[in-house]
């Protein structure tokens, strides 16, 4: 992330939580500043290497997401409401939006449910119908990301990962140790002791 220093001097990085760049682009908005892309920065860093360094990664970044949702997504919601403010209501938004697996999971167990139920009264429904739109918008949304990644056959491969990655994701709150998302440990990467 980069910042004019007139924004820090306005908006100090006072942002102590697990997420702290969501809690201060939260913060940000708030005070009417809209982050932006630069699409032309790059950025490199070295990337967690194992399963357990990148669960514990995962575990803490989920938990994070989750405390501000229930710290802010209310508050902002009726923020922007009342002032009629967009910028507000898209962060709201971004933390209400549960993480993409979960929609998935969701409607994958809709499919299910209403196709059970359609085959038990031998009869389509409603739920059956919904669910499968959703599905083909989530199956839609993931592809047109490919398409636009330019990865080509090497990342449609990868997309097929998507299940297998969705079902480890799924397994972290199972293994969530009972250090909570306050307590933040650097995650270890290659070369670290672990």
């Known amino acids: 992330m980069c910042f004019a220093s007139e924004v820090l001097e306005e908006v100090p990085h006072e942002a102590f939580s697990v997420v702290e760049d969501l809690e201060y682009g939260i913060r940000l908005g708030e005070r009417g500043h809209r982050v932006h892309y630069a699409g032309e920065a ?17 575990s803490r970044w989920e938990g994070g997401r ?8 209310l508050p902002l919601l009726t923020r922007a409401i009342k ?87 799924a397994t972290l709150g199972l293994r969530r140790s009972r250090k909570g998302p306050d307590a933040w440990v650097r995650t270890s990467r290659q070369g670290e002791a672990s």
């Not at 790059?42 to 995962?58: L, N």
């Open 42 to 58: 790059h950025v490199y860093g070295e990337m967690v290497s194992s399963e357990k360094a990148s669960r514990s990664q995962r």
């Open 66 to 73: 989750l405390e501000m949702a229930k710290r802010h997504a």
């Open 83 to 169: 002032e009629r403010d967009p910028v507000l209501a898209d962060l709201a938004m971004d933390v209400l939006v549960p993480p993409l697996s979960v929609l998935v999971a969701a409607t994958a167990v809709g499919v299910a449910a209403s196709a059970t139920l359609a085959v038990v009264t031998r009869r389509p429904n409603a739920a059956l119908i919904l669910f499968g739109a959703s599905g083909v918008c989530l199956a839609a949304y993931a592809f047109r990301g490919w398409q636009v990644s330019g990865t080509g056959g090497r990342g449609l491969a990868t997309l097929c990962y998507a299940p297998v990655y969705m079902a480890w994701k």
